[in-house]
Antibody, heavy 118, light 110 residues
Framework: QVQLQESGPGLVKPSETLSLTCTVS??????????WNWIRQSPGKGLEWIGY???????NYNYSLKSRVTISGDTSKNEFSLRLNSVTAADTAVYYC??????????WGQGTMVSVST | QSALTQPASVSGSPGQSITISCTGT?????????VSWYQQHPGKAPKLMIY???KRPSGISNRFSGSKSGNTASLTISGLQDEDEADYYC??????????FGGGTKVTVL
């Protein structure tokens, strides 16, 4: 069965770039024709869709983050990644990766906490 | 796109039924049948409970049901149980290849 696992630094300095990776295990990995998403949740707050990567390489992003976000994939490693530039304290959150299947987020990673602080 | 509107909290006694609303606009909830619902316990990742407005994934109890009318989708939990106490989020396609969550609803079992 497919599993997702986020990884990356837990602390990023303000104005720097947040970089996270989601490893897809099981199934056909990243090669399957699914959408692969990043979602975040600020402490005590709700969920926010960041964007997705389609297995063919196309991407779409939340309009509010579009100028700072890049999502990319490496099918050889069954990984997809998130880069968020020019971070501030407002980007402190738990970051989840998730798969879209039947137009819903059916499989989620466990999440990884990222704090933006000096 | 703005977050979909959900009540901050809903409560009920064990065995009762509760309904959580999710109100959007004619550009998101009202424009498609791509609404899904997620349950999140503290410190855990969200879990898919309903997709395509009313469909249940394998393994999800039939106590959970979904519906939609106009710009408002709803999640009903019947026969409320202690384990249902959690946060619930709706999620909808919002057009132009973008997606949006609701603000979340805390369900309390009294």
């Amino acid at each position: 069965q497919v599993q997702l696992q986020e990884s990356g630094p837990g602390l990023v300095k303000p104005s720097e770039t947040l970089s996270l990776t989601c490893t897809v295990s099981g199934g056909s990995g990243l090669s399957d024709s699914y959408y692969w998403n990043w979602i975040r949740q600020s402490p005590g707050k709700g969920l926010e869709w960041i964007g997705y990567l389609f297995y063919g390489g196309s991407t779409n992003y939340n309009y509010s983050l579009k100028s700072r976000v890049t999502i990319s994939g490496d099918t050889s490693k069954n990984e997809f990644s998130l880069r968020l530039n020019s971070v501030t304290a407002a980007d402190t959150a738990v970051y989840y990766c998730a798969r879209t299947n039947n137009d819903a987020l059916d499989i989620w990673g466990q999440g990884t906490m990222v704090s933006v602080s000096t | 796109q703005s977050a979909l509107t959900q009540p901050a909290s809903v409560s009920g006694s064990p065995g009762q039924s509760i309904t959580i609303s999710c109100t959007g606009t004619s550009s998101d909830v009202g424009d498609n049948n791509l609404v899904s619902w997620y349950q999140q316990h503290p410190g855990k990742a969200p879990k898919l409970m309903i997709y395509g407005v009313y469909k249940r994934p394998s393994g999800i109890s039939n106590r959970f049901s979904g519906s939609k009318s106009g710009n408002t989708a709803s999640l009903t939990i019947s026969g409320l149980q202690d384990e249902d106490e959690a946060d619930y989020y709706c999620y909808s396609y919002a057009g132009s290849f973008s997606w949006v969550f609701g603000g979340g609803t805390k369900v309390t079992v009294l």
